[in-house]
């Protein structure tokens, strides 16, 4: 079976400071996928990020960076300097393959980020 | 482009009514997905199509739920009975192709209440 557990329920920093989010995944699939969503207070589920099982090269879009390390099943999330629209709840999800067809997403718990001005 | 779109985006109801939540993808995606989001579950995928064609409804909580896709660009979940439990942020989402990994993309959601 599938899962993800992000064990950082909550976290609260001050604007500027740099924050990681912890994801780790469970799965017996060679192949799969990894994602990042973010629901900002108005609720709405925001696509950021996908990875594949085989490419564990870093990531970086601006302020935002991906860590991928397949030996520890983890997939953490670095915002530098961080800004107060940054707070939301971010969820890191993962695509399990499945036998009839498609795919679906298994979402971890979610982290509430709040960064104070 | 138009993301996915859902209506509406607040529904208050009584329990016992009837509930229909609308459901519009993204044009050129063949997967379209439910997902329910509550404070003690989570989020939590209710059923997927492909094609139009309901391929899981393990997630459906109970016979009182059920969701239909009559063609590529429409899709509803229905509630009836609806009970106060059922309140909760419904998402839907799409995907483009039957692949495993392919981006999935949701809508803004729709908040019910049930009293």
């Known amino acids: 079976a599938q899962k993800v557990t992000q064990a950082q329920t909550e976290i609260s920093v001050v604007e500027k400071e740099d924050v990681t989010l912890d994801c780790v995944y469970e799965?017996?699939?060679?192949?799969?996928?990894l994602f990042w969503y973010k629901q900002p207070p108005s609720g709405e589920l925001v696509f950021l990020i996908r990875r594949n099982s085989f490419d564990e090269q870093n990531e970086i879009s601006g302020r935002y960076s991906w860590n991928f390390q397949k030996s520890t099943s983890s997939f953490n999330f670095t915002i530098t300097a961080s800004q107060v629209v940054d707070s939301a709840v971010y969820f890191c999800?993962?695509?399990?393959?499945?036998?009839?067809?498609?795919?679906?997403?298994?979402f971890g718990e979610g982290t509430q980020l709040t960064v104070n001005p | 482009d138009a993301g996915v779109i859902q209506s509406p985006r607040h529904e208050v109801t009584e329990m016992g009514q009837e509930v229909t939540l609308r459901c519009k993808p993204i044009s050129g995606h063949n997967s379209l997905f439910w997902y329910r989001q509550t404070m003690m579950r989570g989020l939590e995928l209710l059923i997927y199509f492909n094609n139009n064609v309901p391929i899981d409804d393990s997630g459906m909580p109970e016979d009182r739920f059920s969701a239909k896709m009559p063609n590529a660009s429409f899709s509803t979940l229905k509630i009836q009975p609806s009970e106060p439990r059922d309140s909760a942020v419904y998402f839907c989402a799409s995907s483009r192709q039957v692949v495993s990994g392919n981006t999935i993309y949701f809508g803004e959601g729709s908040w019910l209440t049930v009293v």
């Open positions: 799965t017996r699939d060679t192949t799969y996928y």
């Open positions: 999800a993962l695509s399990e393959a499945l036998e009839t067809s498609g795919s679906r997403l298994t």
